[in-house]
């Protein structure tokens, strides 16, 4: 099937485990569905008052999300290694570059992480920005193992 009509499922990971599960759900979903999946990971430099702190020799921020990324497709593809998968790293707020990443897909999935005040709350800020703003269906696992 030619990447013009394949189905595509976006999946926003950060490393937290509820992006792991994400990620392999939507694996299992590609796998099911035939569709490729986009992996998409972002960074962002830490800031304090618009001053950089400097950081280590050999640091590179979009080199270690590369690298994360890289290794949580490895585990997800460990029992569907026929799926398609395209991993891309951006710079930047994972928000607006989700939202974008969603145009042209059939679904987006991503995890909860919910790091807010409120204990209490289903989903964080960027999954509910997203489940909002975003171009296709969204599918938001949650943190106790269960899509909200």
């Known amino acids: 099937m030619s990447n013009s009509t394949q189905p ?7 490393g937290s485990e509820s992006s792991r599960h994400a990620l392999r759900w939507a694996t299992r979903q590609a796998q099911f569905t035939g569709a490729r999946l986009e992996v998409v990971i972002t960074w962002e430099l830490p800031t304090s008052y618009g001053w950089v702190p400097p950081y280590p020799e050999g640091f590179n921020p979009a080199e270690d999300a590369q690298k994360a990324v ?5 585990i997800a593809l460990k029992d569907y290694p ?19 990443a969603s145009k042209d897909a059939e679904l987006l999935v991503l995890g909860s992480r919910g790091h807010g005040e409120f204990a209490g709350m289903l ?12 171009h ?13």
């Not at 890289?70 to 490895?74: I, L, R, S």
């Not at 296709?136 to 909200?148: E, K, Q, S, T």
Request: hydrophobic share 40%; proline share 7%.
């Open 70 to 74: 890289d290794e949580e497709v490895a």
């Open 82 to 100: 026929d799926v398609e998968v395209q991993t891309t790293v951006v710079e930047g707020h994972p928000a607006p570059t989700l939202v974008q």
């Open 8 to 14: 595509r499922i976006v999946v926003g990971v950060d």
């Open 123 to 134: 989903i964080g800020s960027v999954s509910q920005h997203l489940v909002s703003t975003a």
């Open 136 to 148: 296709c269906p969204v599918l938001v696992w949650r943190r106790d193992g269960n899509p909200a």
